[in-house]
């Protein structure tokens, strides 16, 4: 079929490529995105993240601090093909920014730190993009720096992502001497003076290296490809076009990880990443049909300009001129004054403008087809997941994942005339980004901003005050707890009887309830058998219960790692209503709990400290203070990486402690790392 789809189709979708950087924070996302728009022509002059100069980290909060907290979508071309680019956040509060430009990637560049290698948040988005199935190409990056170490660094991906890397390219020289890669398929070398760049034959002192490694590329696709090995049995050897082929099947079935070196900031490396990232990564025509919904049954839309209308909203920005709506488009043509079906919210709005996108500017366009990534202005109400499609061909696309939120904080209008603008600037705010939720405290009156990490409302809060111009007071962060059942109960029965004149209600159900891991969430299993509870009926069970969790009996927090199990119920032909088998189901649950053995959840996460190596017994001795458990050690070059699993209540501040500690030598990050008992 996609055969087909190739004969039919324009050639420009074949050289379409919609791609994310995805990497742990400071490892050179935005210093790549600088120097590929720079390369391509996209951009006159290369920006940097240390002068505030870059493309795609153009909001204020973000040049302030260094990081990039908003995903920002640019365009270039590259050797015939277009290339839509989506530099992603790399610290942990902004993980739900990659996950909804995951959504709609079809590849992506991890980067890694040739130092590092792979870091905790590295390994976070790795694990998002596996969930979407994004096929991805490795660039092992800062090879200039004191300590870099190809070969850790893909040792590191082996061992700690699980996949086969795939090396084609050897390094010129090390650390400070670093200068270029020997391309291993085509045994050429690639060497950088400044903005300059000679391809040439490999140096005499490296010949024998690369023969070895490509000899060892060789034997490993050999190992993972059909075609490859044939080849290789015959042969004795691999061309450099079979091996390219290979390569491509390789990675965009995610056997294989193709891995690239260099340097961005002395823009050594990304020309030949280019290559890479057209030669390897997916267009839209050589990734899976899109697939939605409609009245119950699964349609998929191929990416044909000329099919039926269907983009995916990803993302919602305020801005002075107005709302702007980035969308994917997966099937058909989009162009403006059109009008389009919000299949979610059942509603028909109007396409005002479309405009390409290069991070904080834009030029406008008349239409946008299958395979494109744009904003349109115009829309109204569209939020964050909506699906946008052709009024005549309803089709519902699965959204992204939204994060629940782990840290709260009160927020309060400090002038009493500003109240009703704090309401209005954080419900744009939600609108912007999904995992932030407000919500009034019923006991205190108090509006609750809560999200994914104290520096997310951190950013949050700032964005209220320099946006809206609001003077607002935050309290201190709080964390949200869970509960969950250490011991269950079998065989509860409850019987829901009421009778007040007229039809009454009347439901009995008997429950069970097993503990789960945290992880898992809640479970609901039915095992009643002879049609004793009508399926609708326990339809409606199932709801009473998951409206029992909101609260639990320890605290009134959320109840997560149980598996509810419908094992009888009885049914009265005239009183009995999903009504109340709902009413009985979250009654019967709630008694369960009670009688079941629970316990009190804290998220917690993962905290990795690199510090000098005489700081290493303090800062070991104040996270055990702070109730870690101390999970690793390692020594390297005169520091020490330590790694220990906290609950996130005592990581606020922690950044001051560490600072003081190691006389402001000491760095750490944090990674999401689940829920645990409270200690």
């Known amino acids: 079929m996609r055969t087909n789809l190739h004969r039919h189709l324009p050639d420009s979708l074949t050289r379409v490529r919609n791609l994310g950087i995805l990497a742990h924070v400071d490892a050179g996302k935005t210093t790549i995105t600088e120097r590929i728009l720079y390369i391509t022509g996209a951009t006159y002059k290369r920006g940097e993240v240390h002068d505030g100069t870059t493309t795609t980290d153009f909001d204020s909060q973000e040049r302030d601090r260094g990081i990039t907290i908003f995903a920002a979508a640019v365009s270039c071309s590259w ?62 990056n800062k090879l200039d720096r004191a300590g ?51 391809e040439g034959p490999v140096p005499d002192a490296l010949r024998e290296e690369a023969q070895r490694r490509r000899r060892l590329l060789e034997e490993t696709v050999a190992e993972l490809h059909p075609i490859a090995l044939e080849e290789f049995c015959a042969e004795s050897a691999i061309s450099a076009r079979t091996l390219a082929a290979a390569l491509r099947d390789l990675t965009r079935t995610g056997e294989g990880v193709v ?132 009024p005549e061909a309803p089709l519902l696309l699965e959204p992204p994942t939204v994060a629940d939120p782990v840290v709260s904080v009160a927020v309060e209008a400090r002038k009493s005339t500003e109240v009703d603008r704090l309401a209005s600037a954080l419900a744009r705010l939600v609108e912007e980004d999904p995992s932030l ?41 709080q964390v949200a707890h869970r509960e969950t059942v250490v011991r269950g109960v079998s065989g509860l029965l409850y019987r829901h009887v009421k009778q007040d004149g ?16 945290a992880a898992d969430g809640a479970v609901f299993h039915s095992a009643v058998v002879g049609g004793r509870v009508p399926r609708e009926y326990v339809r409606a069970v199932e709801a009473g219960c ?58 917690v996460v993962e905290v990795t400290a690199t510090v000098p190596d005489d700081a290493a017994g303090g800062v070991l001795g104040d996270l055990a203070a702070r109730r870690g458990r101390i999970s690793g050690s390692t020594a390297r070059a005169g520091t020490v990486v330590i790694t220990a699993i906290v609950p996130l209540a005592e990581v606020f501040g922690y950044a001051t402690r560490l600072r003081s500690r190691t006389q402001g030598r000491g760095t750490f990050t944090t990674r999401a790392a689940g829920y645990a008992p409270v200690r």
């Open 437 to 477: 939720v407000v919500r009034t405290d019923a006991e205190t009156g108090q509006t609750v901003l809560s999200g994914l990490g104290e520096l997310h409302l951190e950013v949050a809060a700032e964005k209220i005050r320099r946006a809206h111009g609001l003077d607002v007071g935050i309290g201190r962060p």
């Open 79 to 140: 050797d015939g093909h277009r290339i839509n680019l989506i530099d992603t956040p790399g610290h942990v509060d902004f993980s739900d920014e990659v996950e909804r430009s995951l959504r709609v990637l079809d590849g992506a560049i991890a980067v890694f730190d040739g130092v590092a290698g792979v870091e905790p948040q590295s390994e976070s988005v790795w694990r998002q993009a596996d969930r979407y199935g994004v096929p991805r190409i490795a660039f092992v």
């Open 502 to 517: 007229g039809a009454g209600q009347f439901a009995h159900v008997v429950l069970d309830v097993d503990p789960l891991d």
């Open 546 to 603: 998951r409206d029992a969790l909101a609260d639990g009996p320890l605290g009134g927090h959320p109840v997560t790692g149980l598996r509810i199990t419908l094992t009888d119920g009885a049914t009265h032909p005239k009183d009995s209503s999903e009504l109340a088998f709902r009413t009985a189901g979250r009654l019967a649950l709630r008694e369960a709990l009670r009688a079941s053995l629970m316990v009190l959840l804290e998220p």
């Open 259 to 390: 891995v690239l070196c260099g340097s961005a900031y002395r823009n050594r490396g990304i020309e030949p990443l280019l290559d890479a990232a057209v030669s390897y990564l997916p267009s839209p025509l050589d990734v899976p049909a899109v697939s939605g919904t409609h009245d119950g049954e699964v349609r998929e839309r191929a990416a044909d300009p000329a099919g039926p209308f269907a983009a995916l909203v990803f993302k919602v920005q305020s801005t002075a001129t107005g709302r702007l709506t980035y969308l994917r488009v997966y099937s058909g043509t989009m162009r403006k004054g059109d009008a389009v079906l919000d299949t979610g919210a059942r509603r028909t709005e109007r396409i005002g403008r479309i405009l390409r996108v290069q991070a904080d500017r834009h030029t406008e366009v008349d239409r946008a087809a299958a395979g494109d990534i744009v904003a349109v202005v115009g829309l109204k109400a569209a939020r964050t997941g909506a699906t946008l499609c052709a």
């Open 148 to 198: 870099a170490d190809l070969d850790a660094a893909v040792e590191s991906i082996r061992a700690r992502l699980h996949v086969v890397p795939l090396v084609v390219q050897l390094p010129i020289g090390q650390e400070d001497g670093f200068t270029g890669v020997v391309d291993l398929l085509r045994l050429r070398s690639w060497v950088w003076s400044g903005d300059t760049v000679e």
